[in-house]
């Protein structure tokens, strides 16, 4: 029959190669034609079904109007649905409307590909902190939190992505949001407990009801935003209905959920400081905020627990690992539709006899034991890692000076990319070797940590000096992590190797090689002073701290006669100074 695809907006990049899979099929007779229904993610499914698509000439397409028509030039009379990821919520919404028509005898099939039937956790710290939300119809392009949460927060499409109380009944565990003990998260615990694990709950955390915290400003995204009740009743409201919708005689429904590619599944919020420079007066004052580390499962596709996209238990796994270890493909949320085994089993499920790996797609969850590691660098810096067969995965600045956009690449098969208010993850297969480096973004100080997918510490380098341009790298050969070596300027010339904390004498050699690099021969003479006295007196703190005060005040005095970077940095590292141990 004729096929509709529920596609969310027109993107090429990602769905390429699968429409011109369906363009062979219907030039080969094997199908008799095809549409793409491109929509506005950023409107509630029914919205789009009842409100249809705007069109570049200004008219609207209604979907279940091309339903209609295709069916009206097949011979069955009936059409093949194929919907990928929220187009399942669109292509359910579209069935309730049939429904209501008397009009269902159209569809004889509906194909769901990692739907988030259930929603996602994914949305849920997307919508509080802007994080985990891309620009959808670009991949991975990342834009700034602030902007992320204040948009998305408005959009009732990005509401109906938000887990479900059907969510809440397939997902045992672990626990949507956990709170360690902290004076940041201790209002939460007093209202919650220390875990989230109902959907009365979630809704309770999102909407600030109980009151348990103010909203934030734009800028402060560590602190979780407080969602429309509004909208998030809305939502509720919509999963209700799909959530609970079966479907009628004469028509077959078809889940395929992506397995084996580590997914957000909760978040352990935890207080702790940042450390960023002010050059009004070179100091890098710790600021006490809240942020979450990413709880990781291996039952998802990266974006989608495959619980939700398996809903009403009408599908099969699609093994994302063994894709990536047997046949060298790197598949995810995102791309998954352009996989070849995939588009082969589908061809299948529409009754065409063409061979495909059985063993990708197995009835029941694979029998999984991943051993990743994850690496993590905290702000203000970004992270980056590549193998030995030169594949790339990590955060990319954009190719224009002047974005603030970042690019997440996953190029590494196997790898994921997470980002927290704070925090960028790299997940990695443990039995490869890498090389790491660390990208300075702003200027104070940054921590990487190296852990294995259960959070217990490998490596860990903390509080490093840090300005715009300073390149940090490290290798990881089966988990053990070679010394960092610390380019402070991005010159290629590492100042220091650090294979332990930074002692105290060893960050006032850091800051003396800075001192080093000022031109001014009396600016030099001076801080190299000053330095010298502080590395003699280092046993004693007060005279520590008169000292690095002594120095912040030169610095004041130089102004623009040091270059901005060399002040910066000098600042980062008596900082470090101040909060090493």
């Keep these: 029959g004729a096929i509709p695809a529920t596609i969310p907006f027109k993107d090429d990049a990602i769905y390429r190669g699968f429409m011109r899979h369906l363009d062979s099929l219907e030039t080969s007779d094997q199908i008799e034609d095809w549409k793409a229904y ?63 028509t008397g009009k269902t005898g159209l569809v004889d099939r509906i194909i769901l590909v990692a739907t988030p039937e259930a929603g996602t956790p994914r949305a849920f710290y997307g919508l509080l902190h802007g994080r985990e939300i891309t620009l959808t119809g670009l991949g991975r392009i990342i834009g700034p939190a602030s902007t992320m949460r204040t948009v998305a927060a408005t959009l009732p499409g990005a509401y109906g992505l938000l887990p479900s109380t059907a969510y809440f009944d397939r997902v045992i565990a672990p626990s949507l949001a956990t709170f360690a003990s902290a004076s940041s998260t201790q209002p939460y615990i007093n209202t919650f407990g220390s875990s989230i694990t109902s959907y009365p709950e979630a809704y309770g955390f999102a909407a600030n009801y109980p009151v348990t915290r103010t909203q934030p400003s734009v800028s402060d995204t560590a602190s979780p935003l407080v969602l429309s009740p509004v909208m ?109 085994q995939l588009q082969r089993y589908i061809d299948n499920l529409l009754g065409l ?23 993590s660098v905290q702000s203000p810096a970004i992270i980056s890692a590549k193998d030995a067969a030169g594949n790339k995965t990590g955060i990319y600045p954009s190719a224009d000076p002047g974005s603030d956009l970042l690019y997440a690449e996953e190029g590494i098969p196997g790898s994921s ?33 190296v852990e294995d997918i259960n959070g217990n510490a490998l490596k860990s380098f903390t509080k490093i000096p840090v300005i715009p341009g300073t390149v940090a790298t490290t290798t990881i050969v089966n988990a053990t992590t070679s010394p960092l070596a610390l380019d402070t300027n991005g010159d290629g010339k590492a100042e220091i190797n650090i294979g332990a904390p930074l002692t105290k004498i060893e960050i006032v050699h850091l800051c ?49 006669a040091v270059p901005s970077e060399r002040s910066a940095a000098i600042a980062s590292c008596l900082s470090a100074l101040e909060n090493s141990k």
């Design 38 to 100: 491109p929509y506005d993610w950023r409107y509630s499914a029914y919205d789009v079904v009842n409100n249809g698509a705007l069109k570049g000439d200004g008219s609207r397409e209604y979907l279940d109007q091309v339903v209609a028509q295709l069916a009206s030039t097949s011979d069955s009379g009936k059409v093949t649905i194929i919907a990928h990821s929220n187009g399942g919520l669109v292509a359910k919404a579209l069935m309730r409307k049939l429904e209501q």
């Design 232 to 340: 998030l009743t809305q939502a509720s409201n919509m999963h209700n209905d799909l959530d609970a919708w079966t479907p009628p005689s004469g028509v077959t429904v078809n889940e395929i959920a992506g397995w084996g590619k580590m997914t957000l599944v909760g978040g352990n919020y935890y207080e702790k400081y940042e450390y960023e420079c002010t050059l009004t007066t070179f100091s890098c004052p710790g600021r006490k905020t809240i942020d979450y580390k990413p709880i990781l499962v291996e039952d998802g596709d990266d974006t989608v627990i495959d619980a939700s996209a398996l809903l009403q238990n009408k599908g099969r796994f699609f093994d994302l690992l063994k894709l990536s270890e047997d046949f060298d493909e790197n598949r995810g949320h995102k791309n998954i539709i352009e996989s070849g």
């Design 353 to 375: 006899n063409i061979p495909y790996e059985q063993v990708l797609f197995p009835a029941q969850e694979p029998a999984g034991n991943r051993q990743d590691i994850l690496v």
């Design 417 to 449: 990319v997470v980002i927290t208010a704070a925090g960028k993850y790299l997940i990695l297969p443990k039995q490869d070797s890498y090389t790491i480096k660390v990208t300075g973004t702003g200027t104070g100080l940054f921590d990487l940590l």
């Design 512 to 560: 003396k090689t800075e001192a080093e690099k000022v031109t001014l021969i009396y600016a030099r003479t001076r801080l190299l002073l000053l330095l010298n006295e502080l590395e003699h007196y280092i046993n004693h703190p007060s005279v520590v701290t008169s000292l690095i005060s002594q120095v912040r005040s030169y610095l004041t005095h130089l102004g623009v």
